[in-house]
């Protein structure tokens, strides 16, 4: 049995990595845990993308967001949460903080952003 794991904030972790988009990193996936978690915040649009391995779990913590998929979109507020499956392409919007999840944990050459952003409603 392994250990209980306490993970405290750190600032030094903490990147901006699109335009009003800030993920602090709490748990990578080289814990060896089998899955990330970070907490971000968005005050604004995050262009299409998709994580051609893992799973993701939005919960958001406070604020609200609209998810855009291929042929539907999902409005979250404070307390819920959305789960992405792998491979599907995505972008949101909104104001928020919330714990993202990624399983199996994030790796960054997995990620695929696309050139396209959201359009105004």
Not at 15 to 40: A, C, F, Q
């Amino acid at each position: 049995m392994t250990k209980p794991l306490k993970i405290a904030f750190d600032k030094s972790k903490s990147i901006e990595v699109e335009t009003g988009y800030v993920v602090d990193n709490y748990l990578s996936k080289d814990s060896n845990m089998g899955y990330s978690i970070v907490r971000t915040h968005l005050d604004g649009k995050h262009p299409f993308m998709k994580n051609i391995n893992s799973n993701r779990t939005y919960y958001l913590i406070d604020g609200s967001a609209t998810f855009v998929f291929e042929n539907e979109k999902v409005d979250i507020k404070s307390g819920e949460m959305l789960v992405v499956p792998k491979n599907t392409k995505y972008a949101f919007k909104g104001k928020f903080t919330a714990i993202l999840v990624d399983c199996p944990g994030f790796d960054p050459s997995d990620d695929v952003i696309y050139d396209e952003l959201l359009k105004d409603d």
